[in-house]
């Protein structure tokens, strides 16, 4: 051969390396994300390990972002340790998002896999955690019906029904995961929706690459809208699968108009029980008395009182920029605690208040202590009527909307 034949030869040899060292690393990647959601090294507090993160400083009275009329005040140490934004400024953290490293977006695919498997029964799961930024879904959100009111939706049409495992194969040669998204897979055997997990034996007839619109965190751009349908293209080559994209403008549209809806109503009601001055509270009396009253401790650190289904209704944290802990809450001496309230995830907010200021004027009464806005100001029913009147218009926006209050719709549009 002569030396042009054997240049060709060995550029061609190059490439072929090259290909087989990027599949590699992308099935390497994915193997790794399967077994971190089949036995995450990461803390668990039920177990009495220590998060890595503390819980939010939550001494807020009832704050509403975009131009609501109170505001809150971080405690510097606070904003030293937490690497998330506070919830009033979460809609503006879009700005950065698309500039996340990739590691941060496949630990929060990583979360979503993990509920899924929960809601699917192969790992037990100790207290919900919900309504901080860095919370993880609800555990039916990677289960819930395709929704084309918050969701961009990509029909991927089957010549013949796919295992859900060789649809997470195909992914994993694809392309990095995309935050947000998810993939649902129309059963054969009985025609309903269920995620496809990567363990999945089951088989389906249909598939939907599903993208949330909004959430929290803000709105898809289009940086991310691009990434998401190259992912599906990707997959839908690989597979021999005919993908059906829907116009992208008006998905983009529905994303800032979904974000400026959440922004209005997205409120979060606190009640402070303070110590008296120079005077500290025992975390093992409020362990005692959260349990006593039905209350669990969940995995951001905070007390939750859940209801029939599983769902917060109301959390109690502690007001120092500290979590509490299985192993460490007798140990912890603090100068309050906050019950908080999520508007947008309970299901009739309104009717809660009532006995969230019961619970805390107990709680104040067993303690010696005050029941306090983040003024400093006390509490008392004359307040809480306002109060009322005020959640009482944002709830009947809600609902207008088409978005109720703590039903699925909203739960998965405020869950992050």
């Not at 029913?381 to 088409?402: H, T, V, Y």
Request: proline fraction near 6%; aromatic fraction near 6%.
């Amino acid at each position: 051969m002569n030396d042009l034949q054997l240049t060709l030869l060995g550029i061609g040899a190059a490439a072929i390396a090259a290909v087989w060292i990027f599949n590699r690393i992308q099935e390497w990647r994915w193997q790794r994300m399967a077994k971190s959601t089949l036995g995450s090294g990461r803390p668990d507090v039920l177990l009495g390990e220590e998060p890595k993160l503390p819980s939010e400083s939550p001494d807020e009275w009832v704050e509403q972002r975009d131009g609501g009329e109170e505001t809150v005040t971080i405690p510097p140490e606070l904003e030293q340790e937490m690497e998330y934004v506070d919830i009033k400024d979460h809609h503006q953290s879009h700005l950065i998002d698309d500039f996340q490293h990739e590691e941060a977006e496949l630990d929060a695919h990583l979360a979503s896999i993990r509920l899924g498997m929960e809601a699917s029964g192969e790992e037990a799961t100790g207290s919900l955690q919900e309504a901080t930024p860095l919370a993880t879904p609800p555990r039916d959100d990677l289960n819930a019906p395709p929704d084309d009111r918050i969701e961009y939706l990509v029909t991927l049409g089957c010549t013949a029904p796919i295992k859900g495992s060789d649809l997470w194969q195909n992914l994993a040669r694809a392309s990095a995961p995309v935050r947000g998204a998810r993939w649902l897979g129309r059963r054969v055997t009985d025609g309903g929706w269920s995620a496809i997990l990567p363990e999945s034996d089951q088989r389906f007839d249909s598939v939907r690459a599903a993208l949330l619109l909004a959430s929290r965190s803000g709105p898809v751009g289009e940086l991310d809208l691009e990434r998401f349908c190259s992912l599906v293209s990707a997959l839908a080559t690989s597979m021999n699968l005919r993908a059906e994209f829907p116009p992208r403008a008006p998905a983009l549209e529905r994303a800032i108009q979904l974000d400026h809806f959440c922004a209005e109503v997205d409120i979060v009601i606190g009640m402070n029980v303070v110590a008296t001055s120079g005077q500290t509270i025992s975390g093992g009396r409020i362990a005692r008395w959260a349990e006593t009253h039905g209350m669990s401790l969940g995995k951001d650190g905070s007390y939750h009182l859940l209801n029939p289904q599983g769902y917060t209704v109301w959390r109690l944290s502690n007001r120092d920029p500290r979590p509490f802990t299985p192993s460490g809450v007798s140990q912890m001496t603090i100068s309050g605690v906050t019950f908080l309230l999520d508007m947008p995830m309970v299901q009739s907010a309104n009717d809660k208040l009532s006995p969230m200021f019961d619970a805390a004027a107990t709680l104040a009464r067993e303690l010696g202590a005050r029941v306090l806005d983040d003024n400093g100001q006390q509490l008392g029913p004359q307040q809480l009527g306002r109060i009322e009147r005020e959640l009482a218009s944002l709830l009947l926006k809600m609902q207008a909307d088409g978005i109720p209050a703590g039903e699925e719709r909203a739960r998965r549009l405020f869950s992050s």
